[in-house]
């Protein structure tokens, strides 16, 4: 979302103020959102009528203004190393794809479908299992740089796990979706499922590799340093921006059900510590270096919430339970990231403590 990797490995990110605050920006959205969405509610329903082909067009440009400036970090050309550290990889390929999203729909059954549902909207429950799902379908592709730094991790395996996890998103995330939404007994909405995947995986991907080889040919790296720096303040105004029209259209609900945000947290939590744990376990067993497994178990565990909010909005609309469970993922991310951060780094004695190749 906001990491500064752009170029060779050796750059490696810090944590800015906005990602080491983002759960504070977010809640400062949640306030923003009901109190706009309540005291403006005609221009948020204007909004919401913008739509062509079931596409809100204002939502539709700030997801690509979000979404294209993280993309452009993103060199697809570190896929030529992923033979390099093969073991991490396959590691993190299964959690990402075989596991996590599996795991999500069945955690968000057995909490949001079952344990929690007299606690939620019984009209919503459906809606949050979707938007729980969305958010596990496909792997964070920016933001794990700024982990990946934050525990020392080994960059080129960083790098090309990304590039790699970007490639197999633009084929597999609408067949995963649609089996898992098929499963939890959700109507698939295929055609708004193939659009979404069209506007906010195929498109941007495509469109962020012409850019930045066209920036790489005409000013080499200090061309596409100067222009992620002049566009990345407009990727985390549009994430915000986003932020407040969601919760705008979500007000009354969460006034009304002040516990469903908590709720929805719950399987998020779980998830995220499950599939990291998992991966740093896995990496263990099959002699993966810890420089390697410490991200492994960051990338197992983050989510491309930025993606998943833009397919719940485009699937089952701004106002709908989908929707808020997306945004829930945005609210626990850092904090959560941060732990599993700390929690990585503190094992590194037992993870190299013994030959386990």
């Not at 996890?165 to 939890?184: K, R």
């Amino acid at each position: 979302m906001t990491a500064d990797v752009h170029a060779a490995p050796a750059a490696r990110p810090a944590m800015g103020l906005f990602e080491r605050y983002l759960s504070l920006w977010v809640a400062l959205c949640i306030v923003a959102g009901i109190a706009l969405g309540h005291l403006v509610p005609g221009a948020f329903q204007a909004i919401a009528a913008a739509e062509v082909a079931k596409v809100n067009l204002p939502v539709a440009v700030l997801i690509w203004l979000m979404i294209v400036p993280m993309l452009l970090k993103i060199d697809l050309g570190a896929l030529a190393r992923v033979k390099e550290h093969w073991r991490g990889i396959g590691v993190t390929l299964f959690i990402n794809w075989a596991v996590k999203p599996f795991s999500m729909a069945l955690l968000g059954t057995l909490f949001i479908g079952h344990l929690f549902a007299p606690l939620l909207p019984q009209d919503q429950i459906p809606s949050y299992i979707a938007g729980l799902i969305l958010l596990a379908a496909a792997p964070c592709t920016a933001m794990v740089f700024v982990w990946s730094n934050l525990c020392e991790g080994e960059p080129h395996y960083t790098l090309s796990q990304v590039a790699l996890n970007d490639i197999i998103m633009v084929f597999a995330f609408a067949p995963l979706v649609g089996l898992l939404l098929g499963v939890a007994s959700i109507t698939v909405p295929w055609g708004t499922l193939l659009l979404s995947v069209l506007l906010y995986i195929v498109i941007p991907v495509v469109a962020a590799q012409v850019w930045r080889r066209r920036l790489l040919a005409t000013g080499g790296e200090p061309a596409l340093t100067r222009t992620l720096g002049v566009i990345q303040p407009v990727s985390l105004v549009a994430l915000l921006t986003t932020l407040v029209l969601l919760f705008g259209f979500q007000g009354e609900q969460i006034l009304a059900q002040p516990l469903v945000i908590l709720l929805l947290a719950v399987p998020i939590l779980i998830q995220v510590y499950f599939n990291a744990g998992l991966a740093y376990w896995l990496s263990r067993r099959f002699g993966v270096a810890w420089c390697v497994a410490a991200p492994a178990a960051l990338i197992g565990a983050s989510n491309f919430f930025e993606l998943a909010v833009a397919a719940a909005i485009s699937l089952f609309g701004l106002g709908s339970g989908a929707a808020l469970a997306t945004v829930v993922g945005v609210l626990v991310e850092v904090p959560v990231m941060l732990s599993v951060v700390r929690i990585v780094k503190a094992t590194r004695p037992w993870y190299e403590g013994r030959n386990h190749a």
